[in-house]
């Protein structure tokens, strides 16, 4: 009784102890470069940021779009992919912006794949192609108005699983 006892609470120990595997995704080094501008008098077509992604695809066709902020990833939108191609969004985000509050969402699509694959009509050295709207959903800014759009093209390619 005590032997048994003894291996029960030491399987409870480990049990307790053990940490879930982490998460892996697919990453990739994209650049986003301002192409249309709806809300700032072009001043989004002035727009480049390089980031990287990590696309999630542990529950598909469910998909988590994560950028990596020093060394952990943040997810800042879900979606679903479909073969090549995956659609995503956000939730409303809060920015102040000159004291003045503008509230706004993203929705992305793009054509992606991981090294090796072949197909998807993307060139032989882009893993990643495709547009993500800003979308003002309100605002208090003078300069900004609600319903306005900010399309951006996002380019990259895959640097492995993270």
Known sequence: MKAAKAALVGILAVAVG???EPEIGSAFDVTLTGTDDGCAGGAA???TE???YVL????APAIRLAVDVSGEPVTFAAGEIS???VTYGSVVWDEIRDGALIRWRLEGEAKWRTQGDIGCSLEPDIDWEGTETIIVVG???PDVGAGCTVELDVVGTY???R
């Open 18 to 20: 053990c940490k879930p």
């Open 45 to 47: 077509l002035s727009y």
């Open 50 to 52: 390089q980031l990287e």
């Open 56 to 59: 999630y695809t542990t529950e």
């Open 83 to 85: 073969g090549c191609d």
């Open 139 to 141: 605002s208090d800014h």
């Open 159 to 161: 640097e492995g699983e």
